[in-house]
């Protein structure tokens, strides 16, 4: 059984930041990518950034130069710090791992966390 605890969101003012943190735990063999997705209501969920096992990262355009993705290998955690938050921001964030459980360690699947909600009032 593997657990994607998100934690982190919350109630912010324009221009203010927030920092987003997932932690991965059970019977994980091996993490590949990490990500963050938000769905704001009424929307598709999107992909927010994304962050390879090597630290290869990469961002949608409505989220580069503000926010920043970032793990720690050693705890299976991600983190999304977001910085000069704005009103369209608004919406819950969703952690995303694609990872290898120890009992089929060759067949990678994605997990998802519960969802954090950041609303960001203008």
């Known amino acids: 059984q593997v657990q994607l605890v998100e934690s982190g969101g919350g109630l912010v003012q324009a221009g203010g930041s927030l920092r987003l943190s997932c932690a991965a735990s059970?019977?994980?063999?091996?993490?590949?990518?990490m990500a963050w997705y938000r769905q704001a209501p009424g929307k598709q969920r999107e992909l927010v950034a994304a962050?390879?096992?090597?630290?290869?990262?990469n961002y949608a355009d409505s989220v580069k130069g503000r926010f920043t993705i970032s793990r720690d290998n050693t705890k299976n955690t991600v983190y999304l710090q977001m910085d000069s938050l704005e009103s369209e921001d608004t919406a819950a964030y969703y952690c995303?791992?694609?990872?290898?459980?120890?009992?089929?360690?060759?067949?990678?699947?994605?997990?998802w966390g519960q969802g954090t909600q950041v609303t960001v009032s203008s």
């Open positions: 059970g019977s994980i063999f091996s993490i590949n990518a």
């Open positions: 962050v390879t096992s090597g630290g290869s990262t």
């Open positions: 995303n791992a694609n990872l290898t459980t120890r009992t089929m360690p060759w067949i990678p699947r994605d997990y």
